[in-house]
């Protein structure tokens, strides 16, 4: 959807990972990378990270132009981003465990490979049954690579550069979902939809090569015992979730299928538990959740990413389901926020190498949540300009305190659960967004029924009791009752809106209570925790 590392005990010497001669033993202690040399490592990281999360934005833009060209009904055209989203999360509990069994580089270098030829594969499908295999296929990697990247950043870059290199990431995390539906509304206009699978083909090429020749080689541990049982029940309680959120909407969040979901989900998780707690050999170690600095992050992180992709996900829909945009020129309206996240993004990274995760958290947490309440605003007659200021402000927020909190999270704990950290911090990231998504979905849901009946009772008004807009229009001469429904259907899908944006704003806003409790004071290059003050 991520462990992190203590990365206390700084050195000046090269990052040394040693697989302990029992498999049983805990995971060897792993010291910061020297000072100097962690950079063009990081560039490939990013590289392979931005492409990875780049790939769920640009694909949602041509699922429309997809459909027609293979002319499938609208509920199997969305397999093909169900497909991924499903296979993703059951691929991210593993992937510590795949890192540590084949080795940091080798397995990135895979991955990277099995993306670029599954891509191309996509690209080369010619009906929908085979775009959605090979979607899965692409998941694979998809789902691994953030957490193979994020493990592999923790070892590479020393701790009083953690903050900048951190900032630097950030870039394919929260960037990558802004520049997407600018890049594929482009491509799918003016192009072809099969170009936004091909672009990936060159990068893909080019990022293998650099991590074969510039990554830092991490050694396996090749008796790391497989935990069969953790896997079951982990796998099948994220599928589970995220399968029941995804259709819930259509499938009706009380229909019996909905519920077995629900119910399937919770009773796999309380036995992951059960069972990570007493194998010998965890798939991941959920004694991180000890850890209190740890959970906070991971609640932040929470409460951020709903409140993005709630904006990624609606305003889209608002521009061109209301306002009648172009996949292109609403890309060109989401565009501006992602341009400051890349200014701020590692001016974030600085502030925290220099006062710390508290402050910046605070300050991004309350500029995110302000945002969105901007955008609460929302109207059929809105600007764009309005548009862009919310959308800037919280992009403003998000570059200013993701990172600092999830680094802060992130280094509170011990080097040897470094992966299992990462694995956690991507599983919340991505179930907190889709249990957010769908929430806000069925407000939105309940709310346009409700909202609906309201003002169709005021078509039949006149004078006092009709709704100014629609008395405009009777003015204005048009008649007939279609294009009376249709400014009665935009101005309640606004509505709705406005609603899920009020109570995204509120909840993130919320959230800097939590940002309180982080600490602060520069991290010590000496030191296993940030010093406190």
């Known amino acids: ?41 990081l560039l490939v990281l990013i590289v392979g990270m931005f492409m990875s999360v780049l790939d769920l934005s640009i694909v949602n833009v041509a699922i429309p132009v997809i459909r027609r060209d293979f002319g499938v009904s609208t509920e199997s055209i969305q397999w093909i981003s169900t497909a991924y989203s499903l296979t993703e999360g059951v691929m991210v509990p593993v992937s510590a465990w795949l890192g540590a069994r084949f080795g940091l580089k080798r397995l990135y270098i895979w991955l990277i490979v099995l993306f670029t030829a599954s891509s191309m594969l996509c690209g080369l499908a010619t009906g929908l049954g085979g775009l959605i295999a090979f979607r899965i296929l692409q998941a694979v990697p998809g789902g691994v690579l ?20 951190m900032g630097m990431y950030g870039l394919g995390i929260v960037v990558a979902p802004g520049v997407g539906p600018t890049l594929g509304g482009y491509l799918v206009e003016h192009v072809s939809w099969r170009v936004i699978f091909y672009i990936n083909v060159p990068v893909g090429i080019l990022g293998a090569i650099a991590a074969a020749v510039v990554l830092t080689k991490f050694p396996a541990e090749r008796n790391r015992p497989f935990d069969l049982a953790g896997f079951a029940c ?24 909905i519920l077995i979901l629900f119910a ?91 006062f710390g995760a508290r402050w910046p958290a605070i300050g991004g947490v309350l500029m995110t949540g302000s945002g969105i309440l901007l955008l609460s ?51 919340f990231q991505r179930v907190s967004a889709a249990l957010g ?37 009777q003015q204005q001469g048009e008649a007939g009752l279609l294009p009376l429904w249709q400014k009665v259907s935009a101005l309640v899908q606004a509505q709705t809106y406005s609603n899920a944006f009020f109570i995204a704003g509120c909840v993130t806003v919320a959230g800097v209570f939590l940002a309180l409790l982080l600490r602060s004071g520069r991290p010590s290059a000496g030191a296993s925790k940030p010093v406190a003050h």
């Open 146 to 165: 953030p957490v193979i990247c994020l493990t592999m950043l923790y070892r590479i870059v020393p701790t009083q550069k953690l903050g900048v290199a």
């Open 377 to 427: 605003r929302i109207n059929v007659d809105i600007t764009e300009g309005e548009l862009i200021l919310g959308m800037c402000i919280m992009a403003g927020g998000l570059a200013l305190g993701m990172m600092p909190i999830m680094t802060a999270g992130l280094s509170m704990l011990p080097p040897e659960v470094t992966d299992t950290g990462s694995a956690f911090n991507t599983l």
């Open 437 to 473: 998504l769908a929430l806000l979905t069925a407000l939105v849901t309940s709310n346009r029924a409700q909202f609906m009946a309201d003002r169709s009772a005021l078509l039949a008004g006149s004078g006092a009791d009709v709704h100014p807009q629609v008395l405009d229009m």
């Open 234 to 257: 982990i796998a099948g309680a994220l599928f589970s979730l995220l399968l029941a959120l995804e259709e819930g909407s259509s499938w009706g969040w009380t229909s019996y299928p």
């Open 264 to 354: 399937a989900a919770i009773n796999l998780l309380a036995l992951f538990v059960v069972v990570e707690l007493y194998v010998k050999h965890p798939m991941l170690d959920i004694r991180v959740f000890k850890n209190l600095q740890y959970v906070n992050s991971l609640l932040l992180i929470s409460v951020m990413s709903v409140g993005l992709f709630a904006v990624l996900f609606y305003i889209p829909t608002f521009l061109q389901g209301v306002r009648g945009f172009s996949s292109w020129d609403t890309g060109l309206v989401l565009l501006p926020q992602a341009l400051v996240m890349m200014v701020l993004m590692p001016i974030a990274g600085q502030l925290y190498d220099r």
């Open 1 to 41: 959807m991520t462990a992190s590392q203590d990365i206390g005990a700084a050195g000046a010497g090269p990052a040394v990972v040693t697989a302990g001669p029992d498999p049983g033993a805990p995971a060897p202690a792993v010291t910061p990378a020297r000072a100097k040399g962690w950079g063009l490592p």
